[in-house]
């Protein structure tokens, strides 16, 4: 196995897809996240697993069980199982973060290049990892 190496931060900031599943594995996920400015990944709930969330370009707001808090670029978060959540872009260019499901959320190499893509197509984990 060679499990996953690369420059987060740049490999984030780059990032123009709504989400882009970059590694998973048997208990963990990352995924990079573009939210376009005024967007927001929509709310919801994952009753079996926790999310970390670090944003490394732009400005939003994430709402963890109606606690609203304003994010920036090197802050980070963790959204706990069970928590209803919502993350929104509110600066002037888009909310760039790289989060950590444990255990996955999505399909092994799902792209979602827009908001809309990704509601059209959810792919929720099969069991099938990276490697």
């Not at 690369?6 to 897809?17: F, S, V």
Request: net charge negative.
């Amino acid at each position: 196995m060679h499990g996953f190496v690369g420059d987060i931060e740049k490999l984030t900031e780059e990032n123009t897809d709504f989400r882009r599943v970059l590694y998973t594995g048997k208990n963990l996920q990352l995924v990079l996240m573009s939210i376009q400015p005024g967007d927001d990944i929509g709310e919801e709930v994952h009753e079996d697993r926790d999310q970390f969330f670090r944003v490394e370009q732009g400005k939003g707001e994430v709402r963890i069980d109606g606690n609203r808090s304003q994010v920036e670029a090197d802050d980070a978060f963790i959204v706990p199982a069970g928590a209803r959540h919502n993350v929104k872009s509110t600066g002037e260019e888009p909310l760039r973060v790289y989060t950590i499901y444990g255990p996955p959320e999505h399909r092994e190499g799902t792209v979602h290049a827009t908001k809309a893509d990704a509601e059209a197509h959810e792919e929720h984990f099969d069991g099938r990892t990276t490697e």
